[in-house]
């Protein structure tokens, strides 16, 4: 006696392969066109951002406030009076 062959059925698994397998199409086709604004001799120019300035050890960032001098700094997460604490 002969075995018969039946093909497997399409699952879950099936479609969520099929699923990934058209976003992955959809995301090299808009991957293409977002790089062909950028190529050819018509083409913009990609964004010029300055890098930023390089701090050295101890210098603080810029904008952040001064401590003022005699009064001690608040503890981090704690912006309370601390005298009122423990009352």
Same mark, same amino acid.
């Given at each position: 006696? $002969?075995?018969?062959?039946? %093909? &497997?059925?399409?699952? +879950?698994?099936?479609? !969520?392969?099929?699923?990934?397998?058209? #976003?992955?199409?959809?995301?090299c086709?808009?991957?293409?066109?977002?790089?062909?604004?950028?190529?050819? $001799?018509?083409?913009?120019? %990609? &964004?010029?951002?300055? +890098?930023p300035?390089? !701090?050295?050890?101890?210098?603080?960032? #810029?904008?952040?406030?001064?401590?003022?001098?005699?009064?001690?700094?608040?503890?981090?997460?704690?912006?309370?009076?601390?005298?009122?604490?423990?009352?």
């Amino acid at each position: 006696m $002969a075995t018969v062959y039946a %093909p &497997p059925k399409n699952d +879950a698994y099936t479609v !969520l392969l099929s699923i990934s397998l058209g #976003a992955l199409i959809l995301g090299c086709l808009l991957l293409f066109l977002d790089w062909s604004e950028y190529s050819g $001799a018509g083409g913009k120019k %990609p &964004p010029n951002v300055p +890098a930023p300035a390089k !701090l050295e050890v101890g210098e603080p960032a #810029a904008g952040t406030p001064m401590p003022v001098p005699g009064q001690q700094a608040p503890a981090p997460g704690n912006p309370g009076n601390p005298s009122a604490e423990g009352k």
